[in-house]
């Protein structure tokens, strides 16, 4: 079912980007109600709810008998991510970092933490009593039945539902192009299972999920990272050096809203990508596990529906719009589905039935588009604010780009500060952050935390951030 915006809401948007563009700047008076509805021939109500909707996510402000104010100043930003001005060569990494992820991970499930950096919904954004209902309507659906094992791909009803989303991406599939997975990290293992072997050459993000590196580490493989610039994305001459240079047997990316980066892969470099992988016939795994997760009118493009060869092996999940617990995750890996077919029976059988049935039935009700649809506003809102606390506590070298989508805010500091350091000042507080050098193929980013803005604002979340900077700034001062 196909949500449609209102017209409120694009003019709305039409404002938040001028002033997130600078060409409102903080302090302008907006048009009043009554000239604005002139100006557009549209009714003041729908102003109104414009209006409404930008004070809401804190970019303007009603004054009493003046009007509508510009409340949101966006901050200046310089390149950090990487040095565009000196040219890296391909070459193979170690993987580090292990000791460190590993003592994240285990901090993840103590109650005591405020955790400050999950790239995943917190359960207050997710439909939990409209699931409830699901589960237990699929518990009297499928009455004993629920306790058999599933097909090893999948439910095939929820398969062919997945590839009806498809659709609107301009890619026609049917059920048996799609395989159910654990969530999005079983599908690119098993994806990277399918077409390398110990030893291989692999291309994959120098900055990504430290998951993803454990992954390719636990199954012996050699990593490229290839270049994540500020203004341009992926160094796709870098990737193309690699390719003419390595016996690469695949590449690994996330191409929309990047963890831990925010950033996404442009329609012209994914179409550049898929050429790419085409004229030297190596797949491509496309991690696209936040791609609903967007801020703007439209959803972000895929490597995937670019694809006419089946190189691309397209993997997502359920786990970060809906119902991380549940697991349910899929790929649709073109050329290579026999394989990973094979691989997942071995692997673990089947999926969840319980999880997939529960899914089917909450598809099934028209909700998902709607939940989706209130999810990135929240998102959206919520990011907004975050960058502000950014602005108002933390210190001014701090630098930040705002996403355009997704949970993460990719925070930089001057380059001789430790985020190690911080991340241990932290604790003491309990808090939890996600300090940058573990997201890194090679130890970089100290300069880096990665922060999540997935938590709705409420006061212990903006004293926690205050806390945090002043942090920060004590680290600097030291410096």
């Not at 109500?45 to 809401?56: C, G, R």
């Not at 606390?389 to 933390?394: E, G, K, P, S, T």
């Not at 190690?420 to 090679?442: C, D, H, R, V, Y």
Request: proline share 5%; with cysteine; net charge positive.
């Amino acid at each position: 079912m196909k949500v449609v915006n209102f017209l409120y809401e694009d003019i709305a948007t039409h404002i938040e980007e001028e002033i997130l563009n600078g060409v409102l700047a903080f302090g302008d008076k907006l048009p009043s109600v009554r000239i604005f509805s002139k100006q557009h021939n549209v009714s003041a109500s729908t102003i109104f709810q414009a209006y409404y909707s930008l004070e809401a996510k804190g970019l303007i402000e009603a004054r009493p008998k003046s009007g509508y104010y510009v409340m949101y100043q966006p901050k200046k930003y310089t390149p950090t991510f990487t040095d565009t001005e000196v040219e890296i060569v391909p070459k193979i990494q170690e993987l580090t970092t292990d000791a460190m992820i590993s003592h994240l991970v285990d901090l993840l499930s103590a109650d005591n933490f405020l955790h400050l950096s999950t790239a995943r919904p917190d359960l207050s954004l997710l439909p939990t009593a409209t699931l409830q209902k699901s589960i237990k309507s699929a518990l009297t659906a499928l009455g004993a039945d629920i306790l058999n094992y599933d097909h090893p791909t999948g439910n095939v009803n929820l398969r062919q539902l997945i590839a009806g989303q498809q659709v609107k991406l301009g890619k026609a599939y049917t059920s048996k192009d799609i395989v159910i997975t654990a969530g999005c990290t079983e599908a690119l293992t098993l994806c990277l299972q399918a077409v390398t072997q110990k030893g291989d050459v692999v291309i994959s993000d120098s900055l990504t999920y430290y998951g993803i590196h454990q992954i390719i580490k636990n199954l012996g493989l050699k990593v490229i990272p290839v270049p994540i610039h500020t203004t341009k994305g992926l160094d796709l001459n870098f990737f193309k050096r690699s390719l003419e240079e390595f016996p690469v047997k695949a590449c690994l990316l996330t191409t929309n809203f990047n963890n831990p980066t925010g950033m996404s892969l442009s329609t012209t470099q994914k179409k550049q990508l898929v050429n790419l992988i085409s004229k030297h016939q190596i797949p491509l795994i496309e991690d696209d596990v936040y791609g609903e997760l967007y801020f703007g009118k439209h959803r972000p493009s895929t490597c995937k529906q670019f694809d006419t060869e089946g190189l691309v092996m397209y993997c997502s999940s359920f786990s970060k719009t809906l119902a991380p617990g549940y697991r349910i995750g899929y790929t649709i890996p073109g050329k290579f589905t026999e394989t990973v077919t094979r691989l997942k029976r071995i692997h673990s059988l089947g999926s969840s039935t319980l999880s997939q049935q529960a899914l089917l039935h909450f598809f099934s009700k028209g909700r998902y588009p709607y939940h989706l649809k209130k999810l990135r506003h929240t998102l959206h809102s919520n990011m907004l604010a975050y960058c502000k606390l950014i602005y108002d506590f933390f210190p001014k070298e701090t630098y930040v780009v705002p996403p355009t989508g997704g949970y993460i805010l990719w925070v930089a500091f001057p380059k001789d500060f430790d985020s190690i350091t911080l991340f241990e000042a932290a604790k003491e507080q309990l808090l939890i952050i996600a300090p940058g050098q573990i997201f890194s193929m090679n130890d970089s980013h100290k300069n880096y935390i990665r922060l999540s803005f997935s938590k709705p604002l409420t006061e212990p979340i903006e004293k926690a951030m205050q806390v945090l900077g002043n942090l920060a700034k004590v680290l600097i001062h030291k410096g």
